[in-house]
């Protein structure tokens, strides 16, 4: 991890909420530290139990799916089943509420495949890695898929072909989807300051969006911890998600 520039050091909680003012459009990269209030592990924290002996990297791939089906499918299950007992934090809140009093002035970027951007109430929120809460058929379907539901399974599977449902996020290795990716990258492109929310910055695209938007617009990293954008933030906030967002983003704002 690299240490902010000194610069960026010393800017306040009061400068930042300036620059929220004074911005025309904002972008928001968020990460899974975004979601950690809430409840839900950050991706690099969540093996515990039986999990424990697997890395996420070695899971959340399609040669991983494609060996052991159920186990990978299981893992999904779990952390699907997680999700769903768990709520938005004051930070989801924070910027729904924020895009809802000013319209088309904030974008939500977003890695996590939890939902819980959306179900805080935030609008058109760009998903660069799917979604955990929805399945999709591993190979292109086939007629016989289509034209019935799945039997069920761990995974459930065609019952003619035998093609499997996964789960419609993407797998380390696999592309982005397109749109979704040439949405934020034009987000990037258009905003006037970017705050970056509990990201660790080491997944590219995702960490790319911050950096080239850097070049153009103010970057802001929100974060308890060091991160690999503070070399390429212009103000570094150490605190988190949670606590800082309702008040870069509160009402006088
Ligand atoms: P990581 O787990 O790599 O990083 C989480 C970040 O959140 C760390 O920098 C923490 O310091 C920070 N953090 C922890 N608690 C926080 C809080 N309460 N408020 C703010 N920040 C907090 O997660 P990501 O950066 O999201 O991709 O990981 C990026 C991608 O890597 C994931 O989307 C996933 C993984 O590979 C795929 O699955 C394709």
């Not at 690099?44 to 494609?66: K, M, N, S, V």
């Not at 893992?75 to 007992?85: I, Q, T």
Request: net charge neutral; proline share 7%; with cysteine.
């Amino acid at each position: 991890m690299k240490e902010q520039s000194p610069a960026a050091a010393h800017m306040t909680l009061a400068t930042v909420r300036g620059w929220v003012r004074d911005a025309g459009r904002i972008a928001l990269l968020s990460g899974a530290g975004m979601s950690a209030e809430s409840g839900v592990p950050t991706f690099r924290d969540a093996q515990t139990g039986l999990w424990a002996r697997f890395r996420p990297e070695e899971l959340a791939t399609e040669d991983a799916f494609r060996a052991n089906p159920a186990t990978v499918w299981d893992w999904y299950a779990m952390r699907r089943d997680m999700v769903a007992k768990v709520a938005p934090n004051a930070g989801h809140a924070a910027v729904a509420a924020f895009q809802q009093r000013h319209p088309n002035r904030l974008t939500v970027i977003t890695q996590n495949v939890d939902g819980l951007h959306q179900r805080a109430g935030s609008p058109g929120v760009l998903a660069l890695h799917g979604s955990l809460l929805e399945d999709k058929w591993l190979d292109a379907p086939r007629p016989c898929c289509l034209s019935q539901p799945p039997l069920e399974g761990r995974p459930p599977r065609c019952a003619v072909c035998g093609n499997l449902r996964r789960p419609a996020v993407v797998w380390f290795g696999e592309m982005l989807p397109v749109d979704v990716l040439a949405a934020a990258e034009a987000a990037a492109r258009a905003c006037d300051l970017m705050l970056v929310v509990g990201t660790s910055g080491v997944v590219y695209p995702a960490a790319g969006l911050a950096r080239s938007a850097a070049a153009t617009a103010r970057m802001v990293v929100v974060n308890p911890d060091a991160s690999d954008l503070d070399d390429a933030a212009h103000a570094v906030l150490r605190g988190t998600a949670a606590a800082l967002l309702p008040q870069l983003l509160q009402e006088d704002t």
